[in-house]
T-cell receptor, first 117, second 113 residues
Framework: NAGVMQNPRHLVRRRGQEARLRCSPV?????VYWYRQLPEEGLKFMVY????????ESGMPKERFSAEFPKEGPSILRIQQVVRGDSAAYFC???????????????FGPGTRLTVL | RKEVEQDPGPFNVPEGATVAFNCTYS??????FFWYRQDCRKEPKLLMS???SGNEDGRFTAQLNRASQYISLLIRDSKLSDSATYLC??????????????FGTGTRLTIIP
């Protein structure tokens, strides 16, 4: 009974390179959330996706960042032309389909720690 | 003003003591409230939801005051394993089904043997 899986766990990139972070939700979960945690700060919401749809991307930087959750395969968070300020821990969470307006717990993956040199 | 504010600590308390954390939130339309726990360099894990009537889970008691926009967590008979960062979390999304969570920066707790 695997939980949320993220890979890679650690990623080192030089300024200007691209970073691709992958997230496989809990089996059967159709909702994926990405959060970013900068050093010594709290988690910040980035984007909420369902299969093949971006539902809420209000927390995504306007440039260089994109996310997808295809019909098949993991969710991908892509950061183009990385800068030092992108260094952070990126957490993915998943939840099952909401039912009747009840809150569904979000299960978090172990995170990907991105370091930009 | 931050959407969710917590005392960052650190709180250093002896084993067996009772410790209380407080949190305030700014958006009165907030719908759901939680305490998460995050161990060093690990992912956050749900500790407990917080209900208006107050709720208890073993040694942990959570309270919500909607009028004051205030949330609390009480840990009784603290154990060494309680050492962690405690995150106050609020769902301020206007639509059910979009469970976008807003996290406080966390309160660091260390239990001293």
């Amino acid at each position: 009974n695997a939980g949320v899986m993220q890979n890679p766990r650690h990623l080192v990139r030089r300024r200007g390179q691209e970073a691709r972070l992958r997230c496989s939700p809990v089996k059967g979960h159709s909702h994926v959330y990405w959060y970013r945690q900068l050093p010594e700060e709290g988690l910040k919401f980035m984007v909420y996706l369902q299969k093949e749809n971006i539902i809420d991307e209000s927390g995504m930087p306007k440039e260089r960042f994109s996310a997808e959750f295809p019909k098949e395969g993991p969710s991908i968070l892509r950061i183009q032309q990385v800068v030092r300020g992108d260094s952070a821990a990126y957490f993915c969470a998943s939840s099952p389909r909401p039912s009747g307006g009840e809150y569904n717990e979000q299960f978090f993956g172990p995170g990907t720690r991105l370091t930009v040199l | 003003r931050k959407e969710v504010e917590q005392d960052p600590g650190p709180f250093n308390v002896p084993e067996g003591a009772t410790v209380a954390f407080n949190c305030t939130y700014s958006n009165s339309a907030s719908q759901s409230f939680f305490w998460y726990r995050q161990d060093c360099r690990k992912e956050p894990k749900l500790l407990m939801s917080v209900y208006s009537s107050g709720n208890e889970d073993g040694r942990f008691t959570a309270q919500l005051n909607r009028a004051s926009q205030y949330i609390s967590l009480l840990i009784r008979d603290s154990k060494l394993s309680d050492s962690a960062t405690y995150l106050c979390v609020v769902n301020i999304s206007p639509n059910f089904g979009n469970e976008k969570l807003t996290f406080g920066t966390g309160t660091r707790l260390t239990i001293i043997p």
